[in-house]
């Protein structure tokens, strides 16, 4: 029984066979997502003026979307994401968990959301909207020339404040997801 020495030759062909197979299968999946994937959200994206850019991170829980927009495009909030959200949900068959909109309100806006997010959080727990309502309009009439509106959607609530030349915009989600670890009016326990 005689052995076969490789040659350095043969040694450096099945080590790029063994290369380009790995490349082959490993990249494969990575090749998917950039080309047949983000590339359709990328396209639509690019038929919306008032989305500059957005970041999709993928977690157990769903989808994380990070958006920058362009202020003097908004008018209606709901209006623009509601649609690109739903192209999200289409192309990744998988919910969105959060939206997170970046931009940095004036001092101004930063107090007024504050006070605002009070009747948000109670809006997003007992699913009444009229003190919402009632607190946007008493932050309207003080703030003045301000533009103060929240839309509800059908899963989210937009938030979108402008004075003059400053916009803040704010998704939050429509029903608390926290909700399962804090339970309102039960009692645990027996008799009291």
């Known amino acids: 029984m005689s052995r076969k020495n490789w040659s350095l030759r043969q040694i450096i062909i099945v080590a790029l066979v063994f290369l380009f197979t790995s490349g082959l299968l490993f990249g494969g999946g990575f090749l998917y997502e950039k080309l047949f994937q983000r590339n359709p959200l990328q396209r639509w994206v690019k038929t919306s ?6 970041q999709l991170k993928e977690d157990k829980a769903g989808l994380r979307l990070e958006l920058t927009l362009d202020p003097k495009q908004v008018d209606n909030l709901q209006a623009v994401l509601e649609p690109f959200l739903q192209e999200v949900v289409t192309r990744k068959q998988q919910p969105v968990q959060e939206v997170r909109i970046v931009n940095e309100p004036s001092p101004e806006l930063a107090e007024v ?6 009747a948000l959080a109670e809006a997003q727990a007992t699913g009444e909207y009229n003190t919402l309502y009632e607190v946007l309009q008493a932050l309207q009439a003080e703030a003045g ?3 103060f509106r929240v839309y509800l959607g059908a899963d989210y609530l937009y938030v979108q404040l402008k004075k003059g030349k ?3 915009f704010s998704v939050v989600p429509r029903i608390d997801h926290a909700k399962g670890l804090v339970q309102a009016g039960g009692m645990k326990g027996g008799r009291g």
Do not use: R
């Not at 959301?113 to 009070?118: E, G, K, M, N, V």
């Open 49 to 54: 003026p008032a989305i500059t850019e957005f």
């Open 113 to 118: 959301y504050y006070q605002l997010s009070f």
């Open 166 to 168: 400053e916009s803040y």
């Open 145 to 147: 020339a301000g533009d």
